[in-house]
């Protein structure tokens, strides 16, 4: 597969080849247990996220690692609807809550093959993976594991911009009800641009991929810790996805 690197002028980089967002709505069945496995984690200090990327040069506050746990948890019940769809018996998404330091070994195993769930919001068109996480074979160091395949998927709603917009982005603490009513009023979609093979991502390791920590991506996001990348251009359909 030929990769397209980001178009790059000093230190900016430019997206420039996306693929447009396909939303699908979400079981609100699904979205109500990922709510309450998010909240638990993050506020309700039940399990525990780190609260820093690998690299990265900020710590996060739970109202962050809400976002992002509740994006990605919701990211994985999206596979799973879609691999079901595709004739696949497959388990549902673990909702066990974890300590701090300890991670399950794979977001899904089907046919020996383990599969990653990475996931964005509705408007990125970036696969990142952190390069502090991963060895030059693609292997994942913080659990030791070699994934088979690597799934993104997009969510809509933007997460994050909800919890900014009512002032609860950088909270640690924030009663349920009032989180919830926000999460609740809005209708949540996915869609899954595609996915990688370890080769892939070897590829991409091996030719320097990389967005580097402080780059500016599109004008207006900068990087808080430097990424392998992959435009979603670039993804294999998901459909051809044979496990």
Same mark, same amino acid.
Request: proline share 4%.
């Given at each position: 597969m030929n990769f397209r690197m980001l178009e790059q002028i000093q230190n900016a980089y430019t997206i420039n080849y996306g693929k447009r967002f396909n939303g699908l709505k979400m079981n609100d069945d699904y979205i109500n247990s990922v709510f309450e496995f998010s909240y638990n984690m993050t506020f309700g200090k039940i399990g525990a996220h780190r609260n820093n990327r690998s690299g990265g040069q900020f710590s996060r506050k739970n109202g962050e690692l809400f976002a992002n746990t509740f994006q990605g948890k919701l990211s994985e019940f999206a596979i799973y609807t879609h691999l079901k769809s595709m004739g696949y018996a497959i388990d549902l998404p673990l909702l066990e809550m974890w300590e701090l330091g300890k991670w399950d070994e794979s977001d899904f195993e089907l046919s020996n093959k383990k599969i990653s769930v990475k996931s964005a919001s509705f408007f990125s068109n970036l696969l990142l993976l952190e390069t502090n996480d991963w060895d030059d074979s693609g292997k994942y160091i913080p659990n030791d594991i070699l994934y088979d395949i690597h799934v993104? *998927?997009? #969510?809509?709603?933007?997460?994050?911009?909800?919890?900014?917009?009512?002032?609860?982005?950088?909270?640690?603490? *924030?009663?349920?009800?009032? #989180?919830?009513?926000?999460?609740?009023?809005?209708?949540?979609?996915?869609?899954?641009?595609?996915?990688?093979?370890?080769?892939? #991502?070897?590829?991409?390791?091996?030719?320097?991929?990389?967005?580097?920590?402080?780059?500016?991506?599109?004008?207006k996001t900068r990087m808080d810790a430097e990424n392998y990348y992959c435009q979603s251009g670039n993804l294999r359909e998901i459909d051809s996805l044979i496990l």
């Open positions: 993104l *998927v997009r #969510i809509k709603p933007d997460v994050k911009g909800l919890l900014r917009a009512n002032r609860l982005f950088f909270s640690d603490e *924030v009663d349920i009800e009032l #989180i919830r009513s926000i999460i609740f009023k809005e209708v949540f979609e996915y869609d899954i641009p595609g996915f990688l093979t370890n080769t892939d #991502i070897q590829t991409l390791i091996q030719n320097r991929f990389i967005i580097p920590q402080n780059a500016m991506l599109n004008g």
